[in-house]
């Protein structure tokens, strides 16, 4: 088992900056990548924003990304990032952070992003 939690979302101005943190536990030598999602609505489909293997650090990006976002990990203190610059008001949404392992899927709360002037 995995476990998952998120933190760092809030309020944001159009152009500004958030860093959300993924901290995991538990069968941390399972996960074999960790991915960003979003959401905006409950019940909306959950749309990929970055992922980052552990094994090789390889890195994906959305396409609405565009080099705005950047996933990184800390593997000392078991802690995914997503630094978030240039934000814009359709960013806006609910971020999920998800560990994938051999024998499943683990998901976060998620933490709220608000980008509002």
């Known amino acids: 088992q995995v476990q998952v939690v998120e933190s760092g979302g809030g309020l944001a101005q159009p152009g500004g900056s958030l860093r959300l943190t993924c901290a995991v536990s538990?069968?941390?030598?399972?996960?074999?990548?960790m991915y960003w999602y979003r959401q905006v609505l409950p019940g909306m489909e959950r749309e990929l924003v970055a992922s980052i293997a552990t094994d090789h650090d390889i890195l994906t990006y959305g396409r609405f990304v565009k080099g705005r976002f950047t996933i990184s990990r800390d593997s000392t203190k078991n802690m995914v990032f997503l630094q978030m610059d240039s934000l814009k008001p359709e960013d806006t949404a609910t971020y999920y952070c998800?560990?994938?392992?051999?024998?499943?899927?683990?998901w976060g709360q998620g933490t709220q992003v608000t980008v509002s002037s």
């Open positions: 998800r560990a994938y392992v051999d024998y499943g899927n683990f």
């Open positions: 538990g069968d941390i030598a399972s996960i074999r990548v």
